[in-house]
């Protein structure tokens, strides 16, 4: 199984909401992310968990709340989001095991409309 | 044809032909590169790594090299068929921070 799955495929949600994105993947992968793509632009990090803990938080704003409940899991909670907050997140997972980088599988996405 | 990466981002080419991306680095301390495709609508799919301590690799129909003094990373597709179609991305990392340049579309004409 070298899958990453990302659920919801496909979110709209208005700014008084509170919605959760969810990313799970049974690898055995320490090393789990959060990025957001915008239109024609490249995934931007935004969260880095190593070993159920935050190990990079790229200062995004704190209506977007990382949480990784346990070393499959992947969560992003949502509140009251902006329009322009409206992007694919992509979830991707490594070995993050030890210094030596190895490559991160990636998710299809949620894309999220902020209406 | 050749793509500058950051300065021209899109690349098109004929069926057959040898595509060449480029793409220019930051990061000194990284130690792992990356390329990745995208197709519209989907996750970015690992095409080919390399490690600093390598200046060139190669996979089917894909090569990459890297040049570590001017920081600069290039993928090469051979016999470029229109699958091929997509974004393509670099990545540089050093240990979880992989960071992502600004991508090439590629186009095939048949």
């Known amino acids: 199984d070298t899958e990453v799955t990302q659920t919801p495929k496909h979110l709209v949600m208005g700014m008084t909401n509170k919605k959760s994105l969810k990313c799970e993947q049974h690898?055995?992968?320490?090393?789990m992310y959060w990025y957001k793509q915008k239109a024609k632009k490249p995934p931007e990090l935004m969260f880095v968990?190593?070993?159920?803990?935050?190990?990079i938080n790229e200062s995004v704003p704190s209506r977007f709340s990382p949480e990784c409940p346990n070393s499959s899991l992947l969560n992003l909670h949502l509140h009251a989001l902006q329009p322009e907050d409206s992007a694919l997140y992509l979830c991707?997972?490594?070995?993050?095991?030890?210094?030596?980088?190895?490559?991160?599988?990636f998710g299809q996405g949620t894309r999220l409309t902020v209406v | 044809g050749e793509s500058v990466g950051l300065h021209l981002p899109t690349l098109s080419v004929q069926e057959g032909d040898n595509s060449i991306i480029n793409c220019a680095y930051s990061n000194s301390a990284s130690d792992y590169f990356i390329w990745y495709k995208q197709e519209s609508g989907k996750g970015p799919q690992f095409i080919i790594d390399?490690?600093?301590?390598?200046d060139k690799r190669q996979g089917q129909r894909v090569t990459v090299l890297l040049n570590k003094t001017v920081k600069h990373l290039s993928l090469q597709i051979a016999a470029t068929q229109p699958g091929d179609s997509a974004v393509y991305f670099c990545a540089e990392t050093p240990g979880n921070d992989m960071r992502f340049g600004a991508g090439t579309r590629l186009t095939v004409k048949p």
């Open positions: 390399i490690r600093s301590n390598m």
């Open positions: 968990y190593s070993y159920e803990k935050l190990s």
């Open positions: 991707a997972s490594s070995l993050g095991q030890g210094a030596r980088s190895t490559e991160a599988f």
């Open positions: 690898m055995g992968h320490r090393a």
